[in-house]
């Protein structure tokens, strides 16, 4: 009776550890782990761009600096520089292109106007100097200042020639031509008709150079030089004539003197 029921005991046993093997292999894999994919990280935001630094180094740029700080100018430049897509391209004047600016002058202009004339040398967008090929086919553009506010653009074998009605000038050097920011040297103060007008005075003419004479075309040399040996023919001539008769004198003399002495 004990074997027996010892016997059903292990029979049991080994039936439950069939019955838990066969369940753990029909059981379905565990899910594998996936694994996440890395977010790309953000592109760096471009660099900030100090005009004020820029110009104060990069040449004799201090008469247009002090315009733009004393109209806050400079403010908008800088933010359309580094807070817009588009960029900006400024067109400088040197220090000698105010000193030679005397009419019209600006010490006449309000404050507005003032502030529209150094808006007028900007341009929303950036342009390399390639750009301006293209551009010169568009007819006017127009500037930081407004509407009104317009410039003409030609290239001529890659020189980029700048007209304003008052002003025609050209880039002479590029400053600075990075994306988002273009700055172009120019000879002229930009100065827009919406301020000035459009009555503009003529261009004069320059002056025609002074028409000197050749030597060789001196009639003081020639003249008395080419024209001496006509007038000496004559008193040539003359001369030749007085001094045959003087020698058939002399030998009329000598005939007659013979004479007298043979008689």
């Not at 403010?75 to 600016?101: C, H, M, R, W, Y």
């Not at 407004?146 to 008052?166: A, E, K, M, R």
Request: proline share 10%.
């Amino acid at each position: 009776m004990q074997f027996s029921r010892n016997f059903m005991i292990i029979c049991s046993a080994l039936l439950l550890c069939s019955s838990l093997t066969y369940g753990q292999t029909a059981s379905p894999p565990a899910p594998v782990a996936m694994t996440p994919t890395p977010t790309p990280a953000p592109a760096p935001a471009p660099e900030y761009v100090n005009l004020t630094y820029l110009l104060s180094v990069a040449g004799p740029f201090h008469t247009f600096l002090n315009y733009l700080e004393s109209t806050k100018v400079i403010d908008t430049f800088q933010s359309q520089a580094n807070n817009t897509e588009q960029g900006i391209t400024i067109f400088v004047p040197k220090d000698d292109s105010f000193k030679g600016l005397k009419k019209p002058s600006l010490s006449n202009l309000s404050d507005d106007q003032l502030k529209s004339l150094i808006l007028f040398h900007a341009l929303p967008k950036y342009y390399p100097l390639a750009d301006f090929n293209d551009l010169s086919t568009k007819g006017p553009i127009t500037t930081l200042a407004g509407g009104q506010y317009t410039l003409n653009f030609t290239d001529d074998s890659g020189t980029v020639h700048l007209d304003s009605g008052w002003s025609k000038t050209k880039v002479s050097s590029a400053v600075h031509s990075t994306d988002p920011v273009a700055i172009y040297q120019v000879n002229k103060v930009l100065l827009p008709e919406a301020i000035f007008g459009t009555d503009i005075p003529p261009t004069p003419a320059p002056s025609p150079a002074p028409d000197i004479s050749p030597a060789a075309d001196s009639p003081s040399a020639d003249s008395k030089e080419g024209g001496s040996p006509s007038k000496a023919l004559p008193s040539d001539s003359a001369s030749h004539r007085v001094m045959k008769l003087s020698i058939w004198s002399h030998l009329v003399l000598a005939v007659l003197s013979g004479l007298v002495l043979l008689f």
